[in-house]
Structures are given as structure tokens and as C-alpha cells.
């Protein structure tokens, strides 16, 4: 499609797809908006309007949609906002025990390491873990022992390297 062929195709168009779109959405100035966006985006895939059996249809769906994303961007505008994503707290620095217990973990075998973390940390019971990683309940009891005997003695090593 080359321009003039686009250009007849916009001035053949535009007020049948603005009057589509204004009755989906029920505000004309956005589906102008819309409707002019869309066109524009219709001018960057020309090549496959071209070959489009109703690139009318492409054009009205298109603007829609943008409607829509711009609905959606309204809406949640007026939501108050997501903690998640909230302003940012002060909090407070770790403790000497939290950092060390942090350490101390990261030298644990990862099979050791998560069953203690989603056991002790996220409270998850011995079953659940099981199910989580995919191994039987027992393998996860064993992987809660050993790791805790090792936990412990990374520990007291490092109890012992503090007092000295």
C-alpha cells in the first residue's frame, strides 16, 4: 500500500471507525485519539494491511484495544497505591545474628539449605516441602537433620571466632 492508496484508505475510513469505536467506548474524543493512533500503527504495518482481506477491521480492532490500555491506565491510576510498589520505607539494618545465620546458610549445600529455609523460614510443614521440591518426606527429614547439625556447627565456628 503506498501512500496515496494509505491516504485514500484513512480519508475513506476514519469517521466510520471513529463512529464504531466512540459507540464501544462512549467518549468521541478518545475514540478520535484512538482511532488516530491506530492509523498510525496501520501506517507502520502497511505491508500486511495490504494483504489484509479487511484492514478496516485491523484499524477499529486496533484503536479498541488502545482504548482499553488507556482505560486501564485511568483505573489504576485511581487506585490507591500497591504497597509492593509504594514509596520506599526505611528499615531497620540486620542483626549481627541474622547476617551470620545468612552466612552461615549460604555454605550449605542448596538441597540442605532449602529444606531448612522453607521448613524453619516459611513454616511450611515437612509434607508440604516434600511436595514442593518433589522428593519423599523422608529425604526432606533428612535433609532438615543434616543440614541443622551442619547450621549448628557453622554456628558455634563462628560463636567461637567472635569471642576470641
Known amino acids: 500500500m503506498d501512500e496515496r492508496e494509505f491516504d485514500d484508505f484513512y480519508a475513506a475510513s476514519f469517521q466510520r471507525i471513529t463512529g464504531q469505536v466512540y459507540a464501544m467506548i462512549g467518549n468521541r474524543d478518545e475514540a478520535q485519539e484512538c482511532v488516530q493512533e491506530a492509523f498510525v500503527r496501520?501506517?507502520?504495518?502497511?505491508?500486511?494491511?495490504?494483504?489484509?482481506?479487511?484492514?478496516?477491521?485491523?484499524?477499529?480492532?486496533?484503536?479498541?484495544?488502545?482504548?482499553?490500555?488507556?482505560?486501564?491506565?485511568?483505573?489504576r491510576g485511581r487506585r490507591p497505591v500497591d504497597r509492593a510498589v509504594g514509596p520506599a520505607f526505611e528499615s531497620a539494618a540486620p542483626s549481627e545474628a541474622h547476617v551470620a545465620l545468612v552466612?552461615?546458610?549460604?555454605?550449605?549445600?542448596?538441597?540442605?539449605?532449602?529444606?531448612?529455609?522453607?521448613?524453619?523460614?516459611?513454616?511450611?510443614?515437612?509434607?508440604?516441602?516434600?511436595r514442593e521440591v518433589g522428593v519423599p518426606e523422608g529425604t526432606i527429614k533428612a535433609r532438615l537433620s543434616r543440614g541443622r547439625a551442619a547450621l549448628a556447627a557453622l554456628l558455634a565456628d563462628e560463636e567461637g571466632l567472635s569471642h576470641a
Request: hydrophobic share 45%.
Open 42 to 75: 496501520a501506517w507502520a504495518h502497511r505491508r500486511r494491511l495490504e494483504k489484509a482481506e479487511h484492514p478496516e477491521a485491523w484499524v477499529r480492532t486496533t484503536a479498541y484495544r488502545l482504548a482499553v490500555s488507556r482505560w486501564r491506565r485511568t483505573v
Open 103 to 130: 552466612a552461615a546458610l549460604k555454605q550449605l549445600p542448596e538441597a540442605q539449605r532449602q529444606a531448612l529455609v522453607l521448613h524453619h523460614i516459611a513454616d511450611l510443614p515437612v509434607h508440604d516441602v516434600a
